[in-house]
């Protein structure tokens, strides 16, 4: 796909984010507790709460942008992470299919180097192996987790099959 096309594509469905965007509700206070708070029933089935977020691993692999819109179904986006302690409560949702390569919401197809959340939060926080990102071949222009043995972040070609995890607010 041309760039102009990724680019177009990854605008359109940060829009659609927006549009979608619908205040949810509060379940009842959750205890505080040490560390990331983690708890399946105030998400619903097949969702994990991690910081108050809800979020979801979906096994059946997609390009980046067909998970994206998946994820937008269900009133979430691809996965933003924000501090090492999160990443690795969000891999341990990955963890009984085996951590692997797994679809997050980073992108740079909109500017080479300008990595953006499809949520549109800061990105602050980032877990790159080494080397990367290297934008090999000019085509690598979306974020998977759990790559090489070091189950660190690679830049990946969208188009590839990647199984993703969404989330949502609370």
Request: hydrophobic share 35%; with cysteine.
């Given at each position: 796909?041309?760039?102009?096309?990724?680019?177009?594509?990854?605008?359109?469905?940060?829009?659609?984010?927006?549009?979608?965007?619908?205040?949810?509700?509060?379940?009842?206070r959750m205890e505080a507790t040490k560390g990331l708070e983690k708890h399946r029933g105030h998400c619903g089935r097949d969702w994990?709460?991690?910081?108050?977020?809800?979020?979801?691993?979906?096994?059946?692999?997609?390009?980046?942008?067909?998970?994206?819109?998946?994820?937008?179904?269900?009133?979430?986006?691809?996965?933003?992470?924000?501090?090492?302690?999160?990443?690795?409560?969000?891999?341990?949702?990955?963890?009984?299919?085996?951590?692997?390569?797994?679809?997050?919401?980073?992108?740079?197809?909109?500017?080479?180097?300008?990595?953006?959340?499809?949520?549109?939060?800061?990105?602050?926080?980032?877990?790159?192996?080494?080397?990367?990102?290297?934008?090999?071949?000019?085509?690598?222009?979306?974020?998977?987790?759990?790559?090489?043995?070091?189950?660190?972040?690679?830049?990946?070609?969208?188009?590839?099959?990647?199984?993703?995890?969404?989330?949502?607010?609370?």
């Amino acid at each position: 796909m041309g760039m102009l096309a990724v680019c177009v594509l990854v605008c359109a469905v940060m829009v659609q984010i927006k549009a979608a965007a619908v205040p949810h509700v509060k379940s009842k206070r959750m205890e505080a507790t040490k560390g990331l708070e983690k708890h399946r029933g105030h998400c619903g089935r097949d969702w994990t709460l991690i910081n108050n977020r809800c979020f979801r691993y979906m096994p059946a692999p997609k390009s980046w942008a067909q998970a994206e819109r998946s994820c937008i179904s269900m009133g979430a986006t691809l996965a933003s992470v924000h501090s090492i302690e999160e990443y690795h409560e969000i891999q341990s949702v990955t963890d009984t299919y085996g951590y692997k390569q797994t679809w997050i919401g980073g992108s740079d197809a909109q500017e080479e180097r300008v990595w953006l959340w499809t949520d549109a939060s800061a990105f602050g926080y980032t877990n790159w192996c080494p080397g990367e990102p290297n934008d090999l071949g000019g085509s690598q222009h979306c974020l998977q987790m759990n790559f090489s043995p070091e189950k660190c972040w690679d830049d990946a070609v969208c188009s590839d099959l990647l199984p993703y995890i969404c989330a949502r607010k609370m």
